[in-house]
């Protein structure tokens, strides 16, 4: 067989027109939203006020299992998609293994990730709806880019809430978002009921994830316009982003190839959601039982040190109840944590494959997994994101371990995104700044005590 | 016929494995390098003190049409390349014109550029030659960027004296050529004679691409093991550049097309000069007569506005003599002109084209040429760098002639790169503190008046 390629694309013809709903292939399904004033669970009408309404019927949809990608948003895809898979032979060749690794590269678009996928499938319904505007949270600062273009597209006004200690460390995301016509305020702000609250206890906060959110819905609830949108966790994002899975099972048929492990980033779950789908799939329905493993920091780490209960969405407690591993909505990252993966929950659907035993977590701290970025930087020549050096990390450890034991296996990855706007982490990490948290039980039992009391 | 694709890849198998030397099929060859102390033209051999000897044969080489890619290069390509060509439909539409635009984009590697391409010519031929490490300047940061990584790839020491103003004012780009490895030093300098002198001058100046030039040829004659590279210019440089065009045309000969217009930004000349090259073959052979315009900034109008005379490559005059369009090597532009494109000559090859009535030039003020880099942001979801909103306005006023006459012609420009590590300028763009700087004929003059006296 001729050598694989580098790169493999999918032609346009080859590209996903459907997303794929893991839900439908579930053996049980996630425990339900709850409305958090009646603990009853919610309907997709009772989210009406919230999303615009096509997306709440796919938040609730669980026996649909294709959804058409409207032929706008397949227009969209197409500016930036398909991403390529690729195989890092440098890497390999680094490592001296005998694993074969492929990674599906989400970082080539402005955004500079994967986000964009399920930015184009919200402003798209947004618009069709007939909203003229959109709010959102930003942390990193990927979400709200991504949004920003999408909306852009669309023809929506947007505003972002920023988490204010990322508005203050990276302007220049917020110049890209200014670029295509966003609104950027530092959260916790005054424009809100719940912004004002919080500043008023702690005057001096950098925010949080979890305050942009309360934030962002306060705004969107006040105008009849406009909906929230969220970037992560809700299984609307993980369908969007599907096509990230779907798009890389192609690419591997068309090579010959299929993962034996998959790794995956986890803050809220919306790029290994996406990768993981369309091979989840397989595993579901027994054709295939590739081991899929969720790699997160141990500065937040929902999945492996988390509880899986009832919580809210935001900090600020008007969001519904979610089952799902989380360290609770007051949980903030220690200040010294560099980039995203920074969310106190984790997706409904994958706690619940992670609970029922279909997948794996590790947990890593962030100066181990920016040894591996940088490492992975200098061998296959593209710079990632801090999010993606977890996945980095998790697929060279399993490369090691093959090293070790002689086997070729398979491994593929989700290299989500660039660093080109985390270049103040990079420094840290050169200067010898960079340091680790690691949550001990005491200040992880605060988070745990503040989860709402159900059943 | 089927709708033409967003974005026409190229395989593996069908990537060019020669470059193609524009001077073979050159009906008359630029004026020779001279030696600035004796005014006699230069041989190959008396370049291999400042270039490794297989680029000084290439840079001396007017017979050879096609030049061997190494395998090696080959393989570095296939990490980041091809290169999509992408059809502009969300511009067209904006623009409600019959043309149809198309643009090779150059802009998802880490270098953010082209000048990847060069780069890893440079760093190959040089560990080839059993060198230890390399110099180099950079302004806006790409090329720095670029020969970090091929020189991370390579196994070679890399030092880069970074015009001092860029140096400040662009943090990031340093740290990620420190991640590649890199040692980075703001020009002028205290290490070097030349810097030294200049500073002794003018304590308080920003540095000059010519002066960074000029630090990093004195740092590289002091080593044996050591070489200088320039990432533009040289016609080195525009075969392995030679790259970009040959990719455009076969990528257009599978959709079917050819370009009526082909538009470049032009500083040394090394993006404008590849993305021709292809199509330049074609009208030096009579095979077809594309129009071919260059668009440089209004603040450094080498070609609009400069003279047609030898000049020195440097400010601190230790190269050769080139014959070019030039500012005069005491040429700075001013301090408000943002990105690259900076250089106060332009490729001799090009400079015998446009002489020669092969090539137009056009020159535009930032400002406009921002106007037309935001459009393009917003249509094509794509944030060009500085130095690519110039090919963007020209490529955008062709289409707009077109829209007035109802002729559906087919343009072809490169998006050198992106402007991530540009976001500053984009800001002054927002908050409406960019300014524009057209030079006076007198300021022009003081340039002029530094020409060395030749023949």
């Not at 958090?36 to 989210?47: I, Q, V, Y």
């Not at 649909?64 to 969209?76: K, L, S």
């Not at 206890?201 to 934030?215: F, H, V, W």
């Amino acid at each position: 067989m001729a050598k694989i390629p580098y790169k493999t694309y999918l032609t346009e013809e080859e590209m996903p027109k459907q997303w794929y709903n893991m839900r439908a292939d579930m053996k049980e399904q996630h425990d339900p939203m709850l409305n958090p004033g009646t603990l009853k669970p919610m309907k997709a009408e009772d989210l009406y006020p919230v999303f615009c309404e096509e997306l709440c019927r796919q938040e609730m949809d669980s026996t649909t299992r294709y959804i058409d990608i409207p032929e706008e948003v397949q227009a969209f895809y197409k500016m930036y998609r398909p991403s390529p898979l690729i195989r890092a032979y440098e890497l390999e060749k680094k490592l001296g293994t005998p694993a074969k690794i492929y990674f599906k590269f989400e970082g080539n678009n402005t955004s500079g990730s994967h986000k964009l996928n399920a930015a184009a499938s919200m402003a798209y319904y947004a618009k069709e709806q007939g909203l003229t505007s959109l709010t959102t949270e930003t942390g990193a600062g990927q979400w709200g880019t991504a949004l920003s273009m999408a909306c852009a597209h669309f023809g929506l006004d947007l505003t972002v809430f920023m988490v204010k200690v990322s508005f203050q460390q990276k302007p220049f995301r917020k110049a890209v978002m200014e670029t295509y016509g966003a609104n950027i305020i530092p959260s916790p702000s005054d424009t809100t009921n719940i912004g004002r609250a919080i500043l008023a206890k702690d005057p001096n906060t950098g925010g949080s994830l979890g305050c942009a959110i309360s934030e962002a819905i306060e705004l969107s609830m006040a105008d009849d316009n406009c909906r929230y949108t969220l970037g992560s966790v809700l299984n609307q994002v993980l369908l969007a982003q599907s096509i990230i899975g779907l798009e890389s099972k192609i690419a591997m048929e068309k090579i010959g190839e299929y993962p034996d492990i998959i790794v995956g980033c986890a803050g809220g779950g919306s790029n290994l959601g996406g990768l993981m789908s369309a091979f989840m799939q397989d595993k579901l329905t027994g054709k295939a039982d590739p081991r899929i493993v969720a790699v997160e920091p141990a500065s937040c780490p929902s999945f492996t040190r988390g509880k899986y209960a009832y919580d809210f969405c935001d900090t600020g407690r008007i969001t519904p109840l979610a089952r799902m591993y989380t360290l609770g909505s007051d949980f903030i990252p220690s200040a010294n944590h560099a980039g995203g993966l920074r969310y106190h929950g984790m997706s409904p659907i994958l706690s619940k494959l992670y609970h029922d035993g279909y997948m794996e977590a590790i947990s890593v701290e962030q100066s181990k997994v920016f040894d591996a970025g940088v490492l992975f930087a200098k061998t296959e020549q593209i710079l990632p994101a801090p999010e993606s050096n977890h996945a980095v990390y998790g697929a060279i450890q399993e490369a090691l371990k093959c090293k070790e034991t002689g086997e070729a296996k398979t491994i593929l990855f989700g290299l989500t995104g660039t660093g080109y706007f985390d270049m103040k982490a990079y420094m840290q990490y050169h200067d010898g700044t960079m340091t680790d948290h690691v949550p001990t039980d005491k200040e992880l039992q605060i988070g745990f005590d503040g989860l709402p009391k159900v059943d």
